[in-house]
């Protein structure tokens, strides 16, 4: 219950396509959901974050759309830049937990394609 | 990476052998992570900090330990080191989570290979 499935494993995507990465997760007390990237050789650094309250959030070409009712969420990174060819992870957690841990998806590993 | 330092970097030793990776931060944030990374598997915590002095398990927290003494310091110990812990590291900072703030900076990793 305490695990975020992240997919998929790898993806190619063109220049200027839209790149999507879902995550589904089962623990429905979970109310912080963000992603982080990694470039090659780097620690991963946060991205974008939602919170259940919204459906959606977008911050420049990347945004995060959120399904409360199918336990689901997902990045689009639009116009998709050889720049972003890094590993995304999503993630969820409890704010209010006091043993707040951050429950990690395995990652994406995304390339884009000049 | 700023403001969280890892050391060493990279290191080789051999199965048995004790080994102590350093976290340094200078952003006198409470929380401290210690995290492997392997293919496959995403990132798993191993331990974490939230005081000096406090510590907890995390997932794969056997075959390790930690200590943390200050507030800026966050050791991470392998008590006899296997082939299975051959991975890259990650410490990770977070300032009090349940205040909403929870995004977790990490530093630059260590890279540990077990021959």
């Known amino acids: 219950q305490q695990q975020v499935k992240q997919s998929p494993q790898s993806l190619i995507v063109q220049k200027g396509g839209i790149s999507i990465i879902n995550c589904a997760y089962e623990?429905?007390?979970?109310?912080?959901f963000p992603w982080y990237q990694q470039f090659p050789g780097k620690g991963p650094a946060l991205l974008i974050a939602?919170?259940?309250d919204v459906s959606e959030k977008k911050e420049g070409r990347f945004t995060i759309s959120f399904n409360k009712s199918a336990k689901q969420f997902s990045l689009h990174i639009m116009d998709s830049q050889p720049g972003d060819s890094a590993t995304y992870f999503c993630?969820?957690?409890?704010?209010?937990?006091?043993?707040?841990?951050?429950?990690w998806g395995a990652g994406t590993k995304l390339i884009i394609k000049p | 990476d700023a403001g969280i330092t890892q050391s060493p970097r990279h290191k080789v030793t051999e199965t048995g052998t004790p080994v102590t990776l350093r976290c340094h931060q200078t952003?006198?944030?409470?929380?401290m992570y210690w995290y492997r990374q392997d293919p496959g598997h995403g990132l798993r915590l191993i331990h974490y900090?939230?005081?000096?002095?406090?510590?907890d398990k995390g997932e794969v927290s056997d075959g390790y330990s930690v200590s943390r003494s200050k507030t800026e310091d966050f050791l991470l110990t392998l008590e006899s080191a296997t082939s299975s812990q051959t991975s890259v590291y990650f410490c990770?900072?977070?300032?009090?989570?349940?205040?909403?703030?929870?995004?977790?900076?990490f530093g630059p990793g260590t890279r540990l290979t077990v021959l």
């Open positions: 990770a900072i977070s300032e009090v989570p349940q205040r909403g703030t929870d995004t977790q900076y």
């Open positions: 952003e006198n944030h409470r929380y």
């Open positions: 900090s939230y005081g000096v002095k406090d510590t």
């Open positions: 623990n429905t007390a979970f109310d912080y």
């Open positions: 939602i919170r259940p």
């Open positions: 993630a969820a957690s409890m704010i209010g937990d006091s043993n707040y841990q951050l429950i």
